[in-house]
């Protein structure tokens, strides 16, 4: 019974949290975290040795757990310094009862971003992101199965049309991501220096000191991605040994 009502009570909270403006569900928390805290986790993230960074053709990335792998992830210890927020996520209560046992550090530079994808079906259809050291935008996109279109029309025109949602990520904030907004639309960043706001950007009304016509620039940005991987193996079985 007291286990039903703490249930209720999260959703209640949350509730406020949640963006209206479009389909289920989009959860933004405006200062979900400090800004000493902010600073610690870009030291930490700035203090990993090099060999943890991946390098891509347009942002670097760590991997923290273990590497996602269809069949099965590897679980690696994750540092305390990022097992702080896995657990505190995991208290929204919004991984039904578990604890996130993933995360995807990316580094976008001023200008930097990633093209729409989705997530896909190695993790838990919920997905939490911490954003640290610069605002950004981040669009969602219909599928292009969702959208008729025409011979006629450019890969830009065509993303353009298929554009649902964008939603602003302030420093410090989290957003969740789930149900519909998961698993039926694509979701990107553009490759831009600065965003202007604009009232495509459904979640103004969460956010502090902006209004529609700003002007923002983009530093560099470090997104902490918190996540489940709900398929892990032991190290040993992953190589083919027995346990």
């Known amino acids: 019974m007291a286990s039903e009502t703490n249930n209720k009570d999260?959703?209640?909270?949350?509730?406020?949290?949640?963006?209206?403006?479009?389909?289920?569900?989009?959860?933004?928390?405006?200062?979900?975290?400090?800004?000493?805290?902010?600073?610690?986790?870009?030291d930490h993230v700035y203090s990993a040795p090099k060999p943890k960074w991946t390098h891509l053709s347009n942002r670097r990335l760590q991997n923290?757990?273990?590497?996602?792998?269809?069949?099965?992830?590897?679980a690696e210890n994750i540092p305390q310094w990022l097992k702080i927020y896995t657990e505190r996520i995991a208290k929204l209560g919004?991984?039904?009862?578990?604890?996130?046992?993933?995360?995807?550090?990316?580094?976008?530079?001023?200008?930097?971003?990633?093209?729409?994808?989705e997530d896909g079906p190695l993790f838990y259809p919920t997905v939490t992101t911490i954003s640290l050291g610069s605002s950004t935008v981040l669009d969602f996109y219909h599928h292009l199965n969702q959208c008729v279109q025409t011979s006629s029309e450019t890969t830009s025109s065509s993303l353009e049309n298929r554009h649902l949602t964008s939603?602003?990520?302030?420093?410090r904030s989290l957003i969740v991501v789930k149900d519909a907004m998961y698993e039926s639309y694509l979701h990107g960043i553009d490759q831009r220096q600065e965003d202007e706001i604009t009232d495509k950007i459904a979640n103004l009304s969460h956010c502090q000191d902006v209004t529609t016509g700003d002007i923002r620039s983009r530093t560099?940005?470090?997104?902490?991605?918190?996540?489940?991987?709900?398929?892990?193996?032991?190290?040993?079985?992953?190589?083919?040994?027995k346990a």
């Open 10 to 42: 999260q959703e209640e909270n949350l509730l406020k949290y949640k963006v209206l403006e479009i389909p289920d569900t989009i959860l933004y928390i405006p200062n979900f975290i400090s800004e000493q805290e902010e600073k610690d986790l870009l």
């Open 64 to 74: 923290w757990g273990g590497l996602p792998h269809p069949k099965g992830m590897v």
């Open 94 to 117: 919004i991984f039904a009862g578990q604890t996130p046992n993933h995360i995807l550090v990316n580094e976008y530079l001023t200008g930097q971003g990633i093209m729409p994808h």
């Open 167 to 171: 939603i602003f990520l302030e420093p």
């Open 220 to 241: 560099t940005r470090v997104s902490l991605t918190i996540r489940i991987v709900p398929k892990v193996l032991k190290n040993k079985l992953f190589f083919g040994k």
